[in-house]
């Protein structure tokens, strides 16, 4: 499973607003903590994550993994459905290094071929 607990961070912190020096004070962190988590370098503790679901009025599931989760009454039952948000990470341009992380291994047949050509 795609780990999109980071990009819904930055996502749900500018929604409300909060810079990650503000953030960090209502978490009681530093603001290098948020910065890391944000970069994907570290994830917070479970204490911590249901803070930040508390923060941003989110579910776990949304938080963590890209879902809402919608539950609603009707005819004598619940029912729960999850609306996956990855349509609205996917139509977010991925920047050059997001690019270089997932694809790095690309740049060993581009040398090859780069190095065949002048050679």
Do not use: C
Request: aromatic share 10%; proline share 3%.
């Amino acid at each position: 499973m795609e780990n999109l607990f980071r990009q819904q961070l930055v996502k749900l912190r500018r929604q409300k607003n909060l810079s990650q020096e503000q953030l960090a004070s209502r978490l009681f962190v530093s603001r290098q903590s948020i910065s890391k988590w944000e970069q994907g370098e570290t994830t917070p503790d479970l204490n911590t994550l249901v803070s930040l679901a508390n923060i941003f009025d989110v579910g776990l599931d949304e938080l963590v993994g890209g879902e809402q989760v919608e539950t609603s009454m009707g005819d004598d039952d619940w029912r729960t459905e999850r609306r996956s948000t990855n349509d609205e990470m996917r139509r977010h341009p991925m920047n050059g290094w997001e690019f270089l992380a997932g694809y790095w291994w690309l740049l060993v047949p581009l040398a090859a071929i780069f190095s065949s050509l002048f050679h």
